[in-house]
């Protein structure tokens, strides 16, 4: 059972619209979720190039290859394993501030 019960018409004149479909087109939202995180107290981001996702794909297919390899490393003790995990630990930080600089909704500021 859908949880939002609550109807609320808004009324506004042709820039404000325009203003918000253009915003909602570029964020590839639906208007009720663009409107739903302005609510929650963020603003949506553009939504990223779709090349964005293949590159992503791609890093997260090399941080799982990068990962198994420590895995084997640590088993066999065949290489630094401190310093390979500290690489694992900056691919993973650095994918992390990727997704939240291009694609997580930025909070609005008081």
Known sequence: ??????????????????????????????????????????????????????MMRELYHIGNSLNQVAQKAH??????????DGAVREFEAAVKKITEAVVLPQPMTK
Do not use: W
């Open 75 to 84: 088993v066999l003790n065949v290489i630094d394993v401190q310093r390979y």
């Open 1 to 54: 059972m859908d949880k939002r019960t609550i109807e609320i018409k808004v009324r506004l004149n042709r820039k404000e619209a325009e203003s918000l479909n253009k915003r909602v087109k570029k964020s590839r939202l639906s208007r009720e979720c663009y409107l739903r995180h302005l609510i929650g107290g963020s603003i949506p981001r553009e939504a990223p190039p779709p090349d964005y996702f293949n």
